[in-house]
């Protein structure tokens, strides 16, 4: 099956920062990727995502890379703040067509801590 | 719209005790999954429907049984429940959708339960 591998597990920056969390997974037929932001005590929710036909994704402060080849993708955060504390999982989907659902595996989690 | 809504958000329970965890959607999404979470451990799938009177086992079956019988409901059912359940439980959904529509999971607020 997908294995899903995050690093780091623990992440400190100063506001106005940029901070990159890193995931690579192990399935090459997965062609799926987001990632959920997770505050303490809350659901996880969507902040981007990815498809294995794109590169890079761009959503105002959030960006998502994708490296097909080395399997692996990235997330940047620019001018971090401190709303933004909170813990990230990137995840990996073999997304099929049609049926087959949508069978997420995540990584463990980025504690991202933004100081002011 | 209530989206993913799960019940009870918390229960306490003494190992060998049994259970069912509830699970309602009123996106008429065709994708149901359910996850636990472990400290360190990010989120692991149990089980995941793709549609009313289909389900599969995911990453961490065992102890736990599931029914489709519906489009909205997805209930998980713990057997005889051990120390080692005490987890967060989340409860997800998603659109069946083609190559290119949206795959966004929306989850449920969770149930925390504790096993003794």
């Known amino acids: 099956g997908e294995n899903v591998e995050q690093h780091p597990s623990t992440l400190s920056v100063q506001e106005g920062d940029s901070a990159v969390i890193k995931c690579t997974y192990s399935d090459s037929a997965s062609n799926y990727f987001p990632w959920y932001k997770q505050e303490l005590g809350k659901r996880p929710q969507l902040i981007i995502d990815?498809?294995?036909?794109?590169g890079e994704k761009k959503d105002q402060r959030i960006a998502v890379t994708l490296n097909k080849t080395a399997k692996h993708f990235s997330l940047h955060i620019t001018e971090t703040q401190p709303e933004d504390s909170a813990v990230y999982f990137c995840a990996a989907s073999m997304r099929e067509v049609t049926g087959g659902g949508n069978k997420l595996t995540f990584g463990t989690g980025t504690q991202l801590k933004v100081e002011l | 719209n209530a989206g993913v809504t799960q019940t009870p958000k918390f229960q306490v329970l003494k190992t060998g005790q049994s259970m069912t965890l509830q699970c309602a959607q009123d996106?008429?999404?065709?994708?149901m999954s359910w996850y636990r979470q472990d400290p360190g451990m990010g989120l692991r799938l149990i089980h995941y429907?793709?549609?009313?009177?289909?389900?599969d086992q995911g990453e961490v079956p065992n102890g736990y049984n599931v029914s489709r019988s519906t489009t909205e409901d997805f209930p998980l059912r713990l057997l005889s429940a051990a120390p080692s359940q005490t987890s967060v439980y989340f409860c997800?959904?998603?659109?069946?959708?083609?190559?290119?529509?949206?795959?966004?999971?929306?989850f449920g607020p969770g149930t925390r339960l504790t096993v003794l």
């Open positions: 429907s793709v549609g009313a009177g289909i389900t």
């Open positions: 996106m008429n999404h065709e994708y």
């Open positions: 997800a959904s998603s659109a069946a959708g083609l190559a290119g529509s949206g795959y966004e999971q929306f």
């Open positions: 990815i498809r294995s036909n794109v």
